[in-house]
């Protein structure tokens, strides 16, 4: 089974643009989360998209949006970019909402690096 | 905040089984603990989860403490390719898809 991928790996952007990022989940994953990773703050949950709806979401602004489509690929956007949104960004796949009992073990993809000059 | 203590870093020599604890002193009976280890710059790799009972399966063991307030991944013969940043996660079941991040350990495993 193909892995979870992730479109492009490298983005560069200049402040004030945006970015669409996009994920491909494992085949039959319904779940789609994202994060971001950066050295100062370490790994932190964006959201989280079942059903192409957000069933969970981590503390960020309002600049950071995503959407899920009926075939469970993912995008996330982010607008205005700032300096500060340079990071890697991972999104992760599992088989099911991953609410309740443990289940639905994530698997990430191989993450986009943003860098924003 | 993470709920999980691990230390920074560690060494292993190679071929030796390495020995990474973690402690969750503050879990709850309905949570699992889950490993993750992050190889420079790529996607976090899925090891291996448990609740309460060890588990083993083709890349590690888990050995969980009774009391659940600490666990133990071992990596059986660990290989160069072992070199990496190792995640202990307590699952937060009702926070949905969340995985809280802690600093974990960066584990170097030395010819």
């Known amino acids: 089974k193909a892995g979870v991928t992730q479109t492009p790996r490298y983005l560069i952007k200049t402040r004030g643009q945006q970015v669409t990022l996009s994920c491909s989940p494992i085949s039959g994953h319904r779940s789609v989360s994202w994060y971001q990773q950066t050295p100062g703050q370490g790994l932190q949950f964006l959201f989280e998209?079942?059903?192409?709806?957000?069933?969970n979401k981590g503390n960020f602004p309002g600049r950071f949006s995503g959407r899920q489509f009926s075939n469970s690929r993912s995008e996330m956007n982010v607008s205005t970019l700032e300096l500060g949104d340079s990071a890697l960004y991972l999104c992760?796949?599992?088989?099911?909402?991953?609410?309740?009992?443990?289940?639905?073990?994530?698997?990430f993809g191989p993450g986009t690096r943003l860098t924003v000059l | 905040d993470a709920k999980t203590t691990q230390p920074p870093s560690m060494d292993c020599a190679e071929g030796r089984a390495a020995n990474l604890p973690c402690n969750h002193s503050?879990?709850?009976?309905?949570?699992?603990v889950y490993w993750y280890r992050q190889i420079h710059s790529q996607g976090p790799q899925y090891i291996i989860h448990?609740?309460?009972n060890n588990e083993t399966n083709e890349m590690a063991s888990l050995i969980i403490t009774e009391d659940r307030k600490s666990s133990t991944l071992i990596l059986p013969h660990a290989t160069l390719r072992d070199t990496a940043v190792y995640y202990c996660?307590?699952?937060?079941?009702?926070?949905?898809?969340?995985?809280?991040f802690g600093q974990g350990t960066e584990l170097s495993v030395k010819p």
């Open positions: 448990g609740l309460k």
């Open positions: 998209y079942f059903s192409e709806t957000q069933r």
């Open positions: 503050t879990i709850s009976g309905n949570e699992y």
């Open positions: 996660i307590v699952r937060v079941d009702n926070q949905g898809g969340k995985l809280i």
């Open positions: 992760a796949s599992s088989s099911t909402s991953t609410s309740g009992g443990g289940r639905g073990t994530q698997y």
